[in-house]
């Protein structure tokens, strides 16, 4: 079967989009080809630097004939109606049309017969559709043709155009369309500079072979391969070891299409500069990659540069001028950092009241603040020293304002930590100026300072309570303030750290003084536990229903309402919930048991609820776990259809002298034995254990359907037996709420 060849030959594709256009045009082509009937057997897209590829194997010669029909107006109908029906069909006269039964009478069907074009044909259609509605983040016009009306577009200068479809046996055809004036042909260039002349192509196989001899690597990925072989070979023959970094790799692989690998060096002087900001320097400014001594794992005054050339003098002149501009760049960086120090991260606070965190929220200031105040809240539960933690909250954005995380944003935090312990503070406060971002993502890592967790705990809850205070919440992918990722570094920090926290209480107390200073300028100076001291609990929270069923309120603190702060907190709290859902998830945990656990009343200990579902998850596989899920839902399905038709609740005790058989007083004592011994092992955080407990009912229960019988005529006695089967609903509501458990 032929193959097509597509190649798109232009000036130089930013690096950063060329693995999405590459995708872009594998979609689009091979879309509109399914869409046409031309299946395929295989596609591959390429990219460099100049060219944008597409290689579709296995296409029919032909589309398939296809055979339609058109049901048109009845036997008998208006002229007018069959006139417009024959001009729909493509018929000359009625008689080609059919006639067929209907259960309304008799019809016309016009059976039309479509056949197949040919493949050539319709690709010479597909592939100037997709060049002209190609979906680059920017793109371009250019030359006199740009002034005109639907002047193409491209994301730089597009000069030549090829399109070849052929079996392997025959030389292929140049598929006939021209786009922007480019008519598609078979020739195309290698190397700008190594291999400029142009040669002819027919398929991959021969495109591949002689763009290899033209000095180019069509395949970005073996591009990736050959940059960090080399580079690992280069470093490794003078001893050294490469500081891999898959963003710039790719990158870098995204600049070259003949990769050819240096090493440079820089003055030794310049390592006294910490070893972020010469990495960032480096990378940034030359696109270059560090090296650093194998045995003690620091960084050296050498680089590894990646080339398009094969110089005539071996590279020396392209190593020596990414030398140059290295030795200024870090030059400019070293100043930055010792102008830095002069000034100590205290004395830059003040300017802070005079830039805006958010004009809802207030300047930095008053978020330095907050963060302050919370982080020696937090600071006792996470066994910090509260000096530590609120000094460290003091300093922690300090470095924002510096001249280095002016010039490289990314070492904000690192820079921080650098300074701080260049001006004499503890080591627990300078690594939580750093570690406070922390995680940044789900592979970054956990703080485990004390000090640390204060301070990142803190920064996430007010970056969360703040925004949910002003209704500045994620919709769809939109997601501005990046509060999903503060929303999963709160849960990572309190999971892998094993805190024991109220969420819902600190959220409320951190509403409470944000809501304070926000109107007076002055957060409340009780300690939280006075501001929430365990008044609320969050009731029935609904994750799938996206509810939360009622915040219970004892008591007013600050003059605050529930209304106030209560329906944002529960719209907080289910997206906490989510967050944990997906997490979960990913680990293997099923969503209905998060649901479960989530539903009952003050479920918000993450570390709790985790350490559930956990040992709910491994109970419900075995078998005692399966007979107390199928003892609970016989009763709970008969409680359900009861309650619906009688528009009632079954709720409260039931009245034992209304017991009238031995398996109605046999369950009630069970009942009563369950419970008890569910509420010590809950007390002990022993959920298997009380899970048992409720296990063991489910013989009673199973007697109590074989001998009881529950609709009987004396109401009274109805309502009692029904109310003895909701107490079985009620014991289980202390694990979890079964009702929310699938099987």
């Known amino acids: 079967m032929p193959d097509l060849l597509l190649e798109l030959f232009s000036e130089e594709i930013p690096a950063r989009m060329q693995a999405r256009a590459a995708e872009d045009l594998r979609k689009g082509v ?36 296809l055979r339609e029909e058109k049901k048109g107006p009845r036997v008998g109908a208006p002229e007018n109606a069959i006139a417009g029906f024959l001009k729909a069909a493509g018929l000359k006269s009625i008689g080609e049309a059919k006639v067929q039964p209907d259960k309304k009478g008799d019809f016309y069907v016009a059976v039309i017969d479509r056949p197949g074009r040919a493949a050539l044909e319709v690709i010479a259609e597909i592939l100037p559709a997709v060049i002209k509605s190609f979906p680059w983040p920017k793109s371009m016009r250019w030359g006199a043709a740009s002034a005109e009306p639907g002047a193409l577009t491209w994301v730089r200068p597009l000069h030549a155009i090829v399109a070849t479809f052929g079996p392997e046996t025959e030389d292929p055809d140049i598929v006939p369309f021209t786009v922007g004036g480019i008519a598609a042909g078979n020739e195309t260039r290698g190397h700008r500079f190594l291999a400029p002349q142009k040669f002819t192509v027919r398929r991959l196989a021969d495109y591949q072979q002689k763009l290899d001899k033209a000095k180019v690597v069509l395949d970005a990925e073996r591009r990736r391969k050959i940059i960090l072989t080399e580079a690992k070979q280069l470093a490794f023959a003078q001893g050294l070891e490469l500081v891999e970094d898959e963003g710039l790799l790719a990158e870098v692989a995204g600049l070259v299409e003949w990769p050819v690998v240096l090493m440079g060096s820089f003055d030794q002087t310049f390592l006294q500069i910490p070893e972020e900001v010469i990495r960032a320097t480096i990378r940034n400014n030359q696109k270059c990659f560090v090296l650093r001594d194998a045995a003690h794992a620091k960084l050296i005054d050498k680089f590894i540069l990646v080339s398009n050339m094969e110089a005539d003098d071996g590279g020396k002149a392209i190593v020596a001028g990414n030398e140059r501009v290295i030795r200024a760049r870090l030059s400019d960086a070293k100043f930055f950092y010792e102008t830095d120090l002069e000034v100590p991260l205290e004395h830059r606070l003040p300017k802070f009241k005079d830039i ?19 982080a020696g809240e937090l600071a006792p539960l996470v066994g910090a020293d509260v000096a530590k933690a609120k000094r460290a909250a003091r300093l922690c954005k300090a470095d924002l304002l510096t001249e280095m995380v002016g010039e490289f944003p990314e070492l904000q935090g690192t820079m921080g930590k650098y300074y701080a312990e260049a001006q004499g503070e503890d080591e627990a406060v300078a690594h939580a100026c750093e570690d406070h971002y922390r995680p940044k993502g789900p592979d970054d890592l956990v703080p485990s300072e004390p000090v640390a967790i204060a301070v990142a705990l803190a920064d996430k809850i007010d970056t969360l309570v703040g925004f949910w205070a002003i209704d500045e919440k994620p919709t769809g992918s939109k997601d501005p303030y990046a509060l999903r990722r503060a929303a999963l570094g709160v849960l990572r920090l309190v999971l892998s750290n094993r805190l024991r926290m109220r969420i819902f209480n600190w959220l409320f107390a951190h509403t409470v003084a944000l809501k304070t200073q926000m109107e007076s300028s002055i957060i409340p100076s009780e300690p939280y536990s006075a501001l929430m001291p365990d008044n609320y609990v969050i009731v029935g929270l609904d994750v799938g229903k996206r509810i939360v069923q009622d915040i219970k309120q004892h008591g007013t603190p600050a003059g605050l309402s529930k209304e106030s702060i209560g329906p944002p907190l529960a719209e907080l709290m289910i997206f906490f919930a989510d967050r944990l859902k997906g997490q979960l998830r990913e680990q293997g945990a099923r969503h209905d048991l998060v649901d479960s656990v989530f539903a009952l009343e003050g479920q918000d200990d993450f570390f709790l609820i985790v350490h559930r579902v956990e040992a709910l998850g491994k109970f ?4 005692d776990g399966k007979n107390l899920l199928a003892g609970y839902k016989r009763a709970a399905n008969i409680i359900r259809i009861e309650e619906k038709k009688d528009s009632r609740d079954y709720t409260g005790a039931p009245d034992r002298e209304l017991y009238k058989q031995d398996e109605e007083e046999k369950l009630a004592f069970e009942i009563d034995r369950a419970k008890l011994g569910t509420q010590r092992a809950i007390a002990n955080e022993d959920f298997e254990g009380a899970m048992s407990h409720l296990a063991r009912l489910r013989p009673y229960v199973d007697a109590f359907f074989e001998k009881v019988t529950v609709n009987v005529e004396d109401k009274p006695l109805r309502e009692n037996r029904l109310k003895l089967l909701n107490e079985i609903r009620a014991a289980t509501r202390a694990v979890a709420d079964f009702s929310k458990i699938e099987g």
Request: charged share 30%; no cysteine; aromatic share 6%.
């Open 30 to 65: 091979t879309d509109r080809l399914v869409e046409a009937g031309l299946t395929y057997e295989g596609v591959k897209a390429f990219v460099t630097p100049r060219r944008l590829a597409l290689a579709v194997h296995g296409v029919p010669v032909r589309q398939p004939d």
């Open 620 to 623: 419900l596989d075995t078998e």
């Open 356 to 374: 805006v965190f958010h004009e809802k929220l207030g300047s930095q200031a008053d978020r330095i603040e907050r963060i302050e105040r919370l």
